[in-house]
């Protein structure tokens, strides 16, 4: 027997960033809404994870994750924590809400730790204990993306995935100044969250291949799956799945079409039920693998870095929106140091409750 499930809570909070993150064609972010999601057990255990909801990308909000919680609280509660195969089918008894599904299910994987004894970095820290972090560099003016560059760069990150897509021109205006900047010590990719067109996407990744860049996320719409597969079949650079694999079987779909070299795997939406089997699959396929960041806190941060210390991730990790963030939850920092984030070194950072307390939103 293993303690039941007692109760499952949703604390919405509010974080500040610094400046704005925009991305796509119209989307942006300045503040941090998110809900933490804890999952409380008889035995006085209780698990906690982030939920991150994005309105433009899931069509989720802070309201329908609570409003989710609550729904699959009544079928949780009573339930084993060591029953994780009726957890997962009571998880997955509602279909989208996938960062609150996959808070939910990160949550019940530390809850079920800390009822054992353990914490997530007792079950879940792989071999590569030491990740490449990759910072996400929203679109702005030029000098205002060139300034955030210089931060997070002195703080110790090496690689910047660069958001394209709004003005070609701009685009590569900036990838010529960064590269001019920081030559080969800063590794440069591109987000083009789905804004190109099927015509101008051969030049637009020639001419990005060109100016140095790595590979590139998204070029097309999600939608036009055969001209995603052609584009790729063109070998212009290496094309990153991240909206097109939302799920497992979003996968499964993608490796029939032949659409993508690398797969993002976003623990913010798909927990770790299915990050490690979509990783497994995707070694399987011969695909490389980073893990994303859903503009996640401290907390989302430490998950998604145990996931990225699984072998089998071999490309950069967007582990840094930390520093986008002009206060945090946790009870001290995520720091990194010569492009290197020390995932072993973060065990023992867990939420501050007087943070928690100043920052949620429901006591308002």
């Known amino acids: 027997m293993s303690a039941r499930i007692v109760r499952v809570e949703g604390i919405p909070y509010r974080l500040p960033l610094r400046g704005t993150l925009a991305w796509g064609r119209g989307s942006s972010l300045n503040v941090a809404e998110h809900v933490l999601v804890r999952v409380h057990l008889e035995d006085g255990s209780v698990g906690q994870a982030e939920a991150p909801p ?31 195969a009726r957890l997962v089918e009571v998880r997955n008894s509602v279909a989208n809400n996938h960062t609150a599904r996959g808070a939910l299910d990160m949550a019940l994987h530390d809850a079920r730790a800390r009822s054992q004894g353990q914490t997530l970095f007792d079950r879940l820290l792989g071999p590569q204990t030491r990740v490449r972090p990759s910072f996400i560099l929203g679109i702005a003016p030029l000098p205002t993306m060139l300034e955030e560059a210089r931060r997070v760069v002195e703080a110790g990150v090496r690689v910047l995935k660069v958001k394209v897509g709004r003005d070609h021109g701009h685009d590569l205006r900036l990838i010529a100044d960064l590269q001019a ?22 030049a637009a990744l020639a001419a990005m291949r060109d100016a140095g860049l790595s590979y590139v996320e998204e070029p097309l ?60 699959r995707a070694r399987e396929a011969g695909l490389g693998v980073m893990i994303g960041s859903q503009a996640s806190s401290g907390l989302g941060t430490l998950h998604a870095a145990l996931i990225a210390t699984q072998a089998g991730v071999s490309e950069p990790s967007e582990l840094s929106f930390v520093l986008k963030l002009q206060d945090d939850l946790l009870n001290g920092p995520v720091t990194f140091q010569g492009g290197w984030l020390d995932v072993a070194a973060l065990r023992g950072l867990e939420i501050d409750e007087d943070r928690l307390n100043h920052f949620r939103t429901d006591t308002l």
Do not use: W
Not at 56 to 84: D, F, K, M, Q, R
């Open 181 to 202: 900047e920081y030559g080969s010590a800063v590794q440069l990719y591109a987000d083009s969250n789905e804004t190109l067109t099927p015509e101008a996407a051969p």
């Open 221 to 280: 719409p999600v939608r036009l799956l055969r001209e995603r597969a052609e584009l790729r079949r063109l070998k212009l650079l290496p094309i990153i799945g991240d909206d097109s694999c939302f799920a497992p079987a979003d996968l499964e779909r993608e490796l029939a079409f032949g659409t993508l070299d690398i797969l993002n795997i976003k623990t913010a939406r798909n927990g770790f039920t299915d990050s490690l089997q979509m990783l497994a």
């Open 54 to 84: 994005r309105p433009t990308i899931y069509g989720e909000t802070v309201g329908s994750v609570l409003a989710i919680l609550a729904h699959l609280s009544p079928l949780l509660c009573g339930l084993e924590i060591g029953n994780a």
